[in-house]
């Protein structure tokens, strides 16, 4: 198989963000977004998935966080889909439960061409640091849309927010990480009755 890269650049009035992504990689990452703990984030997703990842960003933080976070989400998820190509060989469906000390989180994700989010993570604080809670939804809602997956994200125990987040994006590397690999039983065929994802 080829390695599977991609870039994708957003440019808007809000944000500047350029994402590269190679699906084959070592789980090297290079992150610049403004915003600690996204960065922070971002590789656990990068090294737990095994993908190299570059994002590089510029976003109104003037403001707040919501614009970048969520824009980071969208071109992330666009560059995973280009990368990803037609999907034929693929296994598709990729599960992880990943614990950190009190923590504990489930995440299963279907490259099934369908946008679809379930998000269930009752954070035990509103905010990390500097960084609202809320925007982890805002950050899986655009990767979702723009990659086109199906993704069901569960915390399932935690007291401690960091770690309830960190579980979760550890999570969502590996199950990535599952759904990407190619399938040796199939023969290059497309994981799909319709024949199409």
Sequence with gaps: MTERTAEV????????????????????AELATGIPFLDHMLDQVARHGLFDLVVQAEGDLHI???????????????????????????VRYGHA??????????????????PG??????????????????LCHEFFQGFVN???????????????AHHQAETVFKAF????RMAVAAD?????????????L
């Design 64 to 90: 707040d966080d919501h614009h970048t976070v969520e824009d980071v989400g969208i071109t992330l998820g666009q560059a995973v889909a280009k990368a990803l190509g037609n999907k034929a060989g693929l």
């Design 117 to 134: 989010l379930e998000f269930h993570v009752p954070f035990a604080r509103a905010r990390i640091g500097e960084f609202d809670v809320d």
């Design 184 to 196: 040796a039983r199939a023969g290059g065929a497309m994981p799909s009755t319709k024949g199409t």
């Design 146 to 160: 723009h990659a086109a997956v199906t993704l069901h994200i569960d915390n399932l125990r935690g007291l401690n």
């Design 9 to 28: 650049r957003r440019d808007t009035l809000e944000t500047k963000i350029v994402a590269r992504v190679n699906l084959d990689g070592s789980g090297r």
């Design 97 to 114: 439960y990943v614990p950190l000390d009190e923590a504990l989180s489930r995440v299963v994700v279907d490259l099934s061409g369908r």
């Design 173 to 176: 590397g590996r199950a990535l």
